[in-house]
């Protein structure tokens, strides 16, 4: 248990369909992240939030959109998907965005797959 | 941007040996920092050691070690006495700085390691 809670742990949807993955941090964080995990690709930073604020959007399709209520929880939600989208995709959060001894707390992914 | 290069897609050890995963990098910054995570079949990406370029000690942790050579760029993983919990995906990672002036981590396609007994 690292702290950071994400769920559903699997997710089967078709492109019409609308869903939320949700994640919820307990460590007192104040920056929380969104990662796409492609096979054979590097982790893709997809959205940063610090305090509730959405300080980094990395070029993501509009059909991705984050939302942060409070430091303790991050959605995305997802509408209108693409095959391509399929990927396990990953929450983090750290003590501070700006520290330099970034140190950040994964959790164990949504599997989502889009039929 | 910086890079994070991991070119072995696939390592394999026995138990209780010696495997070193290698990891390069691209930046042109003086200080950084660096780490390897370490990703089991449950999914969860787990810090395993963490390197600040300004130190030239090579960073240890328990049976876990870095070589980082700061002129070329290179920083490895020596994982000594290999278990068969070690077997997972790693994960070699820069800290970058991103366009809004926040840190990120810039992460290589990683490598498995398969453990046999």
């Known amino acids: 248990e690292t702290g950071v809670t994400q769920t559903p742990r699997h997710l089967v949807m078709g492109m019409t369909n609308k869903k939320s993955l949700k994640c919820e941090q307990h460590l007192g964080h104040n920056a929380m992240y969104w990662y796409k995990q492609s096979a054979k690709k590097p982790l893709e930073l997809m959205f940063v939030y610090s305090l509730e604020e959405r300080v980094e959007n990395n070029s993501v399709p509009s059909r991705f959109s984050p939302e942060c209520p409070n430091s303790s929880h991050l959605f995305l939600h997802l509408h209108t998907l693409q095959p391509e989208d399929s990927a396990l995709y990953l929450c983090a959060s750290s003590q501070d965005r700006r520290s330099r001894d970034e140190k950040l707390f994964f959790g164990s992914g949504t599997q989502l797959s889009v039929l | ?117």
Do not use: H
Request: net charge neutral; aromatic share 12%.
């Open chain 2, 1 to 117: 941007a910086q890079t994070v290069t991991q070119s072995q897609p696939e390592m394999s050890v026995q138990e209780a040996e010696t495997v070193t995963l290698s990891c390069t990098y691209d930046t042109s910054e003086s200080d950084y920092y660096l780490f390897w995570y370490k990703q089991p079949p449950s999914r969860q990406m787990i810090l395993v050691i963490r390197q600040e370029a300004y130190k030239q000690q090579n960073a240890t942790e328990n049976r876990f070690s870095v070589n980082f050579q700061k002129a070329a760029k290179s920083f490895s993983l020596k994982i000594s006495d290999s278990q068969l919990g070690d077997a997972a995906m790693y994960f070699c990672a820069y800290r970058t700085v991103t366009s809004n002036s926040g840190y990120a981590l810039n992460f290589g396609k990683g490598t498995s390691l398969l453990v046999t007994p």
